[in-house]
């Protein structure tokens, strides 16, 4: 366990502070005036605009602009892959109503999904990442090397008029993937543009891969220079201890500088479900290399983490960190926001969304004051619905990260 005196003074004090705030049940405004006040939303409901299931939740804000639910919609089952399309609905009211769904991106019977959105802060462009695996192979047929890996590809998209309109996907696997590399996924979920010193307005995207006959995986990121027209990789995971199994990592910039990186750990013989790491030179390199993260408990599932901000664009005044993914360790239940003051070493619950059936999620900040929750969710299956709900953001500053 990492919590230290001095953390555990700090996580104390937030957690005195934020307990009074509790959930915004009518959820405040969004980005822009004159928004209503709404209960949570169902962006997205299973057997909806001709879709069987919709499954993996990303959310991003444009600035002055729509709030962004992607998804993937898939046709004919809940399965991972098949004929799967990349698809998009937005909010002007702050996640109270929905605009028809949109199609961003359709590869016929072949998969499309793990969106991963970020906008340039240079251009003002959103720049979303995508992954397809073609000719209708299966991530076992990837992983286990019955086809051959470059049937999984990396792909990405841009719009610049908020959301509304979107490029054809550019394929951009050659600058990312490895020969080496099988099976390939980035996120899902948001993406960054880092804010300090010389990275600063770098596009950075988390992923992982798989490699060998045994199909472990490992994490690695992918970052842009120049607002997501090139694209390279940048750290490569390597864990203290003996290897993990990671894959479907979320990352956030701390106030410091710093790059925190949270990953899904599929090794049984780990202690917990989670992995973390950091890296001080803008996720080119690991500085402290993936661990056990034990005190985020919870089932092997993805998960989403936030660094809140008190000031959207700056990024100078800062809240604590912020982690949602379902809390029951026996299995996918019970959405539940985490907040670390000390910048991921140590966490505590701030939040539970319901005792429901949860999987996957996404964190977004909408303005100063409010947080947003993207999941997963239903009453009989974690992926009966997308659901779309608020609270209230900490006031309390992290204050200085160890």
């Known amino acids: ?9 700090r996580l104390a004090l937030l957690l005195t502070l934020v307990a009074g705030l509790g959930v915004a049940q009518a959820p405040a405004p969004a980005a822009h005036s004159g928004a209503a006040r709404c209960p949570a939303s169902v962006p997205y409901r299973s057997g909806d605009s001709g879709y069987h299931t919709f499954r993996i939740p990303a959310a991003l804000q444009v600035p002055g602009g729509a709030l962004l639910a992607f998804a993937e919609g898939r046709r004919n089952s809940p399965a991972d892959n098949g004929d799967i399309d990349l698809v998009l609905r937005r909010s002007f009211d702050g996640g109270c109503t929905w605009r028809p769904l949109q199609l961003v991106a359709d590869a016929g019977k072949d998969t499309v999904g793990n969106p991963v959105p970020v906008i340039d802060p240079v251009s003002g462009d959103i720049v979303l990442v995508t992954c397809r695996t073609i000719d209708g192979a299966t991530k076992a047929q990837v992983t ?27 394929d951009i696997t050659g600058s990312v993937k490895p020969s080496g590399w099988r099976w390939y996924a980035v996120g899902p979920g948001h993406a960054v543009a880092l804010r300090h010193g ?29 607002g997501g027209h090139t694209w390279r990789i940048g750290y490569v995971s390597r864990s203290a201890g003996g290897p993990l199994a990671l894959n479907e990592s979320t990352l956030a910039e701390l106030p410091d500088g710093r790059v925190y990186i949270n990953a899904r750990d599929h090794d049984r013989k780990a202690e917990g479900t989670r992995a973390d790491a950091y890296s001080t030179d803008g996720g080119l390199t690991l ?37 949602s993914g379902p809390s029951n360790p026996d299995g996918r239940f019970r959405m539940q ?24 999620s996404d964190l977004v900040q909408t303005n100063s004051r409010t947080v947003g929750l993207l999941y997963e969710t239903g009453k009989l299956t974690y992926h009966d619905t997308i659901r779309y709900t608020q609270f209230r953001s900490p006031k309390l500053s992290a204050g200085k990260q160890p």
């Open 287 to 323: 500085s402290v290399p993936f661990r056990p993260q034990p005190e985020l408990t919870g089932p092997t599932v993805q998960g989403s983490v936030l660094q809140v901000s008190r000031g959207l664009r700056s990024g100078l005044r800062s809240g604590p960190l912020l982690y």
């Open 144 to 170: 286990s090397g019955q086809v051959v890996p470059s049937v999984r590809r990396v792909y990405v998209q841009r719009s610049d008029d908020g959301g509304r309109t979107w490029s054809r996907q550019r």
């Open 198 to 226: 010389f990275d600063r307005d770098r596009l950075l995207v988390p992923a992982n891969h798989s490699s060998g006959a045994n199909g472990r995986s490992g994490g690695h990121s992918l970052y842009s220079d120049d």
């Open 1 to 9: 366990m990492r919590l230290h005196t001095t953390a555990g003074r």
């Open 337 to 360: 926001v985490r907040a670390s003051a000390d910048g991921g070493r140590s966490w505590q619950p701030l939040w539970s969304a319901s005792g429901d059936p949860a999987g996957y």
